[in-house]
Structure formats: structure tokens, C-alpha cells
């Protein structure tokens, strides 16, 4: 069982920037880290994605402006938030996973980004 915590969220003005973490309470060596979001009223969509090999996919959304990272010796993932925009006002939420049936997630972390 691995526990998942993100951090670093909050509020923000359109432009700015944030960081979130994601720490795991085990190693993450051989995971895809996964981050996730859900807006209000939304179905919770697909952010970015790395995966041991450091192979990476995001959403077209939030391409060339967030930037996905891990750290597996201190079991820390990163997501790097510039040019903010009020659609990327969501709950975010980090993955591990392995597969369909053994994946795990974090309570997520608020980010609102205002006008």
C-alpha cells in the first residue's frame, strides 16, 4: 500500500506560476506518476504523465506550459504550473500506476487561478 500526498496548491492570478508536489510514502521506482485534475462540475481529466523511462505525455491544454518531473530516490513527483489560466482552476489529483488494478491516489490539492 502506498500513500500518496500532494501539496502546493492554492491561489494564483492568470500568468502566475505554482508548483505541486506529490510525495509517496514508498518508492515509486518502476510507477508511471500520473496527474490528474477535476473542475467543477467536470469529469476528472488526464494532466501529465511520466513513467519509469521518463517518457512523457500531457494534455493538449497545458502543453508548453506545465512541465512534469519526478524524483524516485526521494519518491517526490512535481508538476510545474506556468502561465495560468482560470480553466486550470481544478482539484489535482497524483497517480502511481502499475496497472487497472493497482494504482493509487492522493486527496488531491485545490488550485484556483483568478483574474
Known amino acids: 500500500q502506498v500513500q500518496l500526498v500532494e501539496s502546493g496548491g492554492g491561489s494564483a492570478q492568470v500568468g502566475g506560476s505554482m508548483r505541486l508536489s506529490c510525495t509517496a510514502s514508498?518508492?515509486?521506482f518502476g510507477w508511471t506518476l500520473k496527474w490528474y485534475r477535476q473542475a467543477p462540475g467536470k469529469e476528472r481529466e488526464?494532466?501529465?504523465?511520466?513513467?519509469?523511462?521518463?517518457?512523457?505525455t500531457y494534455a493538449d491544454a497545458v502543453k508548453g506550459r506545465f512541465t512534469v518531473s519526478r524524483d524516485n530516490a526521494k519518491g517526490m513527483g512535481y508538476l510545474q504550473m506556468n502561465n495560468l489560466k482560470v480553466d486550470d482552476t481544478a482539484i489535482y489529483f497524483c497517480?502511481?500506476?502499475?496497472?487497472?488494478?493497482?494504482?493509487?491516489w492522493g486527496p488531491g490539492t485545490q488550485v484556483t487561478v483568478s483574474s
Open positions: 497517480n502511481l500506476y502499475w496497472s487497472s488494478v493497482e494504482e493509487y
Open positions: 514508498g518508492t515509486i
Open positions: 488526464l494532466v501529465a504523465s511520466i513513467n519509469q523511462r521518463e517518457s512523457i
